[in-house]
């Protein structure tokens, strides 16, 4: 992990908006992943299709963050913004009716990151994951954090899936 390094957004093809008959707000979010209270980082679902997302927080400002410690909301801290936003991604990519199958961070790869911390951003997180590969039991995601244009935060995650509670 590194301090630095390019700040690239990973631009791929942006994600187009599914059409949706419903708002994909933080209530959505809480609902649909099993983060809750204030544990439920993400506040909406921007844009997603097929292998991107991208997300809006602003919880990475408010004092009672559960992540933050001594005051303080460390950068490391981005990688469970991300890790929700793949929770979501997962739910969205289920469909309705479904329950999407529990998620374990397994690991995470060439994090950089390019501030020590969050709880002094002052802009809204951009919170971006795109699946580079998987199946029903593993998955790939490379994930970026940014605020205002500047890349916070980068990396890749791989994602275990419990197929059936196996």
């Given amino acids: 992990m590194s301090i630095g390094g390019d700040n690239d957004l990973h631009r791929a093809s942006e994600p187009r908006p599914?059409?949706?008959?419903?708002?994909?707000d933080r209530a959505w979010i809480a609902a649909h992943i099993p983060h809750q209270g204030g544990m439920c980082l993400l506040d909406r679902v921007e844009s997603w299709n097929e292998t991107t997302i991208?997300?809006?927080?602003?919880?990475?400002?408010?004092?009672?963050?559960p992540l933050?410690?001594?005051?303080?909301?460390?950068i490391a801290n981005g990688i469970e913004y991300a890790a929700q936003a793949m929770a979501v991604h997962g739910a969205l990519l289920?469909?309705?009716?479904?329950?999407?199958?529990?998620g374990f961070l397994?690991?995470?790869?060439?994090?950089?990151?390019?501030?020590h911390r969050l709880d002094d951003v002052d802009g809204e997180l951009v919170v971006r994951a795109e699946r580079l590969s998987g199946n029903e039991i593993?998955?790939?995601?490379?994930?970026s954090l940014y605020s205002e244009g500047a890349v916070l935060l980068s990396g890749r995650a791989s994602v275990l899936l419990d197929a059936g509670g196996k």
């Fill in 18 to 24: 599914v059409a949706s008959p419903v708002v994909l």
């Fill in 54 to 65: 991208v997300c809006r927080a602003n919880s990475h400002r408010l004092a009672d963050n």
């Fill in 68 to 74: 933050c410690q001594s005051a303080s909301l460390g």
């Fill in 94 to 102: 289920v469909g309705t009716g479904q329950a999407p199958s529990a």
């Fill in 106 to 115: 397994t690991s995470v790869r060439n994090v950089q990151w390019n501030r």
């Fill in 138 to 143: 593993n998955i790939l995601y490379d994930f």
